[in-house]
């Protein structure tokens, strides 16, 4: 059965770090292309950065330069590293397949299927 688990969530002061993991099971993870989503209450889900199977890594500019997506191939995770954590990154995180992507004009855009339960991020004070 397909599946991810997110860990690494929590509660961090403005400026902090987290890292969050996406363990997979069940897929061809080598090939799996993986996006990270949050979604804050009230709010529509929003995906924030993304990592092919080849590598190749995408981020929403809300989140560049901030955080950084990575894969293990061996272990089958994918990790979110977030540094410089700002308040209105408090959401719930989750991560899923990517079932549909596309390139247009420089602007990535993933459409997404299975995913887990997700971890909870609050940034407060």
């Known amino acids: 059965e397909e599946a991810f688990v997110e860990s690494g969530g929590g509660m961090v002061q403005p400026g902090g770090s987290l890292r969050l993991s996406c363990a997979a099971s069940g897929f061809t993870f080598s090939t799996l292309d993986v996006t990270w989503v949050r979604q804050a209450p009230g709010t529509g889900p929003e995906w924030i950065s993304a990592i092919t199977g080849e590598g190749s890594t995408f981020y929403k500019d809300a989140v560049k330069g901030r955080f950084t997506i990575s894969r293990d191939n061996g272990k089958n995770i994918v990790y979110l590293q977030m540094d410089s954590l700002k308040p209105e990154d408090t959401a719930l995180y989750f991560c899923?397949?990517?079932?549909?992507?596309?390139?247009?004009?420089?602007?990535?855009?993933?459409?997404?299927?299975?995913r887990g339960q997700g971890t909870q991020v609050t940034v407060a004070s």
């Open positions: 899923a397949r990517v079932s549909f992507s596309s390139y247009l004009g420089g602007t990535y855009s993933p459409r997404w299927d299975l």
